[in-house]
């Protein structure tokens, strides 16, 4: 089951405690299914659970009897196609909730949502029947697809009107309708949880949590790495100077605390320069200041046999 699937059936197994949350789901679940009409129309789903949820809703809160049926979509999978084929059962449930059906623009009728717990029933009706939720593993997505554009700015204000959480959507218009949607992961756990589906906001944030430290391992390995590129190189370098100072003038020419580092550079290539100082019981500054002398010395040499510079 998708991630969508997975919250919606979360959402249908919410217990409605009052009569007017009752309407307000119905009302959510049918004004975004494109079946809020006057026309015949259909809304098809792959959610069972969602599809049940509706048919329930309109007998429950409306009064109407909507019609099921199953089938196989396009790409091979269970389809649920919820419908009102009869025109008077159309008119009942636009009338249910204060629609005549030939309103020049569908819009929010704000009279059944006066309660707070009446809006999130209405948002959670409204979720089942055009809500969708990417995959938190890919991205972090949720939208409402709504039909008309009044509605979807309908829709857009009332989320940002829930005193909850403080709600950022953002309005896109997509072929054939709008999208009403929210990409900040704790906006999208806030209003799973305020939905009612607690279980799939926790998946979302378990998620967000494996993320967010796989990427705290994954720097800290770069930058590990990175420092351990630029040590070995300078390492290097050094290493190739002291030879050529050796293979010209040789290392005994050099001053003892010049020839000793030089030595054990040689002898020793990996060490730090921390622990290279505490070999020569010297400081670390001190332990680079003498290998800059000895890289200088070695690139002039080098310069003169005609080499432009070391590594």
């Given at each position: ?37 006057l026309?015949e129309?259909?809304w ?7 599809a049940?949820r509706?048919?329930e ?9 909507a019609?099921?049926y199953y ?12 419908t ?6 159309r ?11 030939y309103e ?41 697809a ?9 829709l857009?204000?009332?989320l940002?009107?829930i005193?909850?959480f ?5 309005v896109?218009?997509r ?19 305020y ?7 926790m ?27 630029k ?13 050529a100072?050796?293979?010209t ?13 030089a030595?054990l ?17 010297i400081?670390?500054?001190g332990?680079?200041h ?22």
């Amino acid at each position: 089951m998708s991630f969508s699937g997975e919250i919606k059936a979360e959402l249908c197994g919410a217990e409605i405690k009052k009569p007017c949350c009752l309407g307000a789901e119905c009302y959510g679940a049918w004004l975004f299914s494109r079946c809020f009409t006057l026309r015949e129309s259909a809304w098809v789903t792959e959610c069972a659970p969602a599809a049940r949820r509706a048919m329930e809703l309109c007998a429950a809160g409306a009064g109407v009897s909507a019609q099921l049926y199953y089938a196989v979509s396009r790409r091979q999978k269970p389809a649920y196609r919820v419908t009102l084929p009869d025109p008077s059962e159309r008119a009942r449930l636009l009338e249910a909730f204060g629609h005549s059906g030939y309103e020049t623009n569908l819009r929010i009728n704000r009279a059944p949502l006066e309660e707070d717990c009446c809006v999130q029933a209405f948002l959670r009706g409204a979720f089942l029947t055009c809500g969708t939720a990417t995959d938190p593993r890919k991205a972090y997505h949720l939208e409402y697809a709504v039909p008309h554009k009044n509605l979807a700015g309908d829709l857009y204000t009332l989320l940002g009107e829930i005193p909850a959480f403080r709600a950022a959507p953002a309005v896109v218009q997509r072929k054939g309708g709008y999208a009403v949607y929210l990409k900040e992961s704790g906006q999208i756990e806030n209003l799973l949880t305020y939905l009612g589906a607690p279980q799939a906001a926790m998946e979302l944030m378990q998620v967000k949590m494996f993320k967010e430290a796989k990427n705290n391992i994954n720097r800290k390995t770069n930058f590990e790495t990175a420092n351990m590129d630029k040590t070995f190189s300078a390492s290097a370098r050094q290493t190739a100077a002291i030879a050529a100072i050796n293979d010209t003038v040789g290392l005994d020419t050099l001053p003892p605390h010049l020839g000793d580092l030089a030595r054990l550079r040689l002898q020793y290539p990996d060490m730090t320069l921390r622990e290279l100082g505490e070999r020569l019981h010297i400081s670390r500054s001190g332990v680079n200041h003498r290998l800059q002398r000895l890289l200088e010395l070695g690139e002039r040499i080098l310069e003169e046999k005609g080499v432009e510079n070391i590594l």
